[in-house]
């Protein structure tokens, strides 16, 4: 078994394409409407085809402009090469960065989180193996 994607229900599908797209660095992997059932979805990830890489599903209820986020959902972690220089990196693309890169509190590891259009959390975690992260190199 492998992990395929993570599904978060958006308020506006374009909105949160540009935001994972041109202020996260991925990539739209693939689109699809369905008129029957009034929604559609927007596939994005760093590597498109790679079956080992995990995708977000953003998925768009026709006429849903917003979610109760609730208090059981997390974040979304992303592995980044410079955490700093990611979130200098977002803030100049209109990102919001709501906790500045540095030290977890009682730990080294150095994290920053953002959150995206519809006010879903996105942890940076510094990794210097070549961690994942795309456009925020």
């Not at 200098?88 to 995206?116: C, L, M, Q, W, Y």
Request: glycine content about 14%; hydrophobic content about 35%; charged content about 20%.
């Amino acid at each position: 078994m492998r992990l395929l994607h993570t599904m978060l229900r958006v308020g506006n599908l374009q909105r949160s394409i540009d935001f994972y797209t041109q202020v996260l660095g991925m990539r739209l992997l693939r689109t699809s409407e369905n008129p029957e059932y009034k929604y559609s979805l927007a596939f994005v990830g760093y590597e498109d085809g790679n079956p080992g890489q995990a995708e977000i599903e953003l998925t768009y209820n026709w006429g849903t402009e917003s979610y109760d986020l609730g208090n059981a959902y997390g974040h979304i972690a992303l592995g980044v090469p410079d955490a700093y220089a990611a979130c200098d990196k977002i803030k100049a693309s209109g990102g919001n960065v709501t906790r500045e890169a540095g030290p977890v509190k009682g730990g080294t590891t150095v994290i920053a989180f953002v959150t995206d259009p519809d006010g879903y959390k996105i942890e940076l975690i510094q990794r210097a193996e070549g961690g994942t992260g795309g456009g925020l190199r």
